[in-house]
């Protein structure tokens, strides 16, 4: 029978105490560390919500606490809802709120909590026991991201569907185990950060996390980079094409590098090939998947050859036991080389979203055995390769941020000074580089635009995290109409 992934996490605790399993900024957390806290922490949770199952928030900027609580909470049988400190007080009531979270957890109290139950439970003796941890099924995780009406979704990972991701990582990429060291790049309320999380600690490997701070200061980005000793890169493109603005950003920078995962966006041909000619020791793999598929379900390792043969890229082949297929219009499989709707059925997607029957009944359906998912992307398969070739709905992606456009309006509708608004993705070569507020005022402006935009902006920075706040804003007395009466987004994008 296959090994509990809490199992195989514990595993380094039990055997190599010593060994990093997080570093981030001034902060190191050993396997020995985890394993006791995270086992503190789960007695404290049972002791003081016995019984219950309710998830349990967790919020922070990547410290070491936030690694405890996400075990803690499996190994006492409940999903952890992670909120990175981006997201705006406003949004995290609402995300508590809707995940009817028992208990909302900060490191500083993570920290606190630790060493109470820690030293009451060494008085009493022993190790963990009689806790029902997370088992096959059970919800491991739920992540929250943009919806369309403004109401932000969590997506339900179950223990199975995370096991299943890890398990195809794990066989496709023969990691050290251990002596992986993995960039993790992105927050961990955004799925990509999985990725790094849980195949750096089922391999014993050191989880190297870039903070904020590092990344608004480059020089400190690219020393943190030097010392971290990363073997392998998880990072959106965007992250990666930002990196290659620096010269220096090369295998002298990073000498250890073996490959770069990508996913959540685009990979430009370009980022690929500069990173071969950078990192000529190092792979570059492109991966594909939503949120609702546990992290990615395709990939393909892009060689020389690959970047001859396609321009733009493929997101490669689906994982083993996941079929990926191309939707037609009439809702049969689209015949080879046509675009479609691209579709995951498999033991990777999720049961749905969270308390939300209605909008898990419009993109989740059962084809039995298997859970499939409507991604909302489009899609063809050639040579049997899938190509992402865009949204088929109002979903962006900025800077690998996913981001739901009716979320912004319904959140700018909810401003005083807004009767109405539109927002639009502002492109340049192909890619999207920033969103742009098309508004209807709903007072008379005081101040210049730009002073009436600012306010605007604060406003919305109140209600959604700061990488979704539109860059410019343009204000008119009415929206152009469709004939069926809707804003022309087709006549605004004309404006840009
Ligand atoms: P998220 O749930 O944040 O991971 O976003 C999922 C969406 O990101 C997918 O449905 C795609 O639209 C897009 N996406 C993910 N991976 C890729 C990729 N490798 N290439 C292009 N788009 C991607």
């Known amino acids: ?33 985890l394993l006791d806290r995270s086992d503190s922490l789960a007695r404290w949770l049972e002791a003081q919500f016995p019984g219950s ?12 606490e936030m690694l405890v609580a996400f075990l803690a909470a499996a190994k006492s049988g409940r999903p952890y809802v992670p909120i990175d400190v981006s997201i705006p007080a406003h949004r995290i009531e609402r995300i508590v709120e809707s995940s009817g979270a028992a208990v909302v957890l900060t490191p500083e109290r993570i920290a606190a909590l630790c060493l109470e139950s820690g030293a009451e439970h060494e008085s009493k003796g022993g190790r963990l026991g009689g806790l029902n941890r997370v088992e096959g099924r059970d919800p491991f995780y739920i992540l929250f991201t943009s919806g369309s009406t403004g109401e932000p979704k969590g997506v339900v ?13 794990c066989a496709e990429h023969s990691f050290r185990a251990p002596g992986e060291t993995f960039l993790n790049q992105a927050p961990f309320s955004f799925d990509l950060s999985v990725m790094d999380l849980y195949l750096s600690l089922v391999n014993g490997g050191t989880l190297f996390s870039i903070t904020k701070d590092e990344v608004a200061n480059l020089k400190k980005l690219y020393e943190a980079l030097g010392r971290s000793g990363v073997t392998t890169w998880v990072s959106t493109p965007s992250f990666a094409q930002m990196c290659l603005i620096e010269r220096g950003f090369t295998e002298a920078m990073v000498p250890t590098l073996r490959r770069f995962l990508f996913c959540g966006e685009t990979l430009a041909p370009e980022t690929a090939s500069q990173l071969l000619e950078r990192f000529p020791g190092a792979a570059v793999w492109n991966t594909y998947g939503p949120t609702e598929a546990t992290v990615a379900t395709t990939s393909i390792q892009v060689t020389r050859e690959v970047l001859e043969r396609h321009s733009p890229l493929p997101v490669g082949r689906e994982m083993p036991g996941t079929r990926v297929f191309i939707c037609a219009e ?13 579709l995951i059925a498999g033991p990777n997607v999720s049961p749905g979203y969270l308390g939300r029957e209605d909008l898990t009944a419009k993109v989740f359906f059962d084809d039995a055995p298997a859970r499939t998912y409507r991604t909302g992307d489009w899609g063809r398969e050639r040579d049997g390769l899938v190509f992402f070739e865009g949204r088929m709905d109002g979903q962006v992606k900025v800077n690998g941020y996913r981001i739901e456009l009716g979320d912004l309006e319904a959140n700018l509708r909810a401003l005083p000074e ?3 608004a539109v927002v639009l993705p ?10 742009m507020a098309f508004v209807v005022p709903a007072v008379a402006r005081e101040g210049s635009e730009f002073e009436f935009s600012s306010r605007l902006k604060s406003g919305l920075a109140e209600r959604v995290p700061a990488y979704m706040v539109p860059r410019k804003f343009r204000f008119l007395e009415a929206f152009p109409m469709t004939a069926n009466g809707k804003a022309d987004r ?7």
């Open 330 to 342: 009439n809702g049969q499989r689209a015949p080879e080389g046509e675009r479609g709707e691209i």
């Open 1 to 33: 029978m296959a090994v509990h992934l809490l199992d195989r996490i514990d595993h380094w605790g039990r055997i190599a105490p010593e060994a990093l399993a997080h570093v981030s900024a001034d902060r190191r957390l050993t396997y020995g560390e």
């Open 157 to 169: 990972i179950t223990l199975a569907n995370l096991e299943a991701f890890v398990d195809w990582m």
């Open 53 to 64: 199952r309710a998830p349990v928030a967790v919020t922070g900027h990547k410290e070491p």
């Open 418 to 420: 807004v009767a109405d």
């Open 490 to 496: 087709r006549k605004l994008t004309e404006l840009i």
């Open 426 to 435: 502002v492109s340049k070569g192909g890619r999207i580089e920033s969103l």
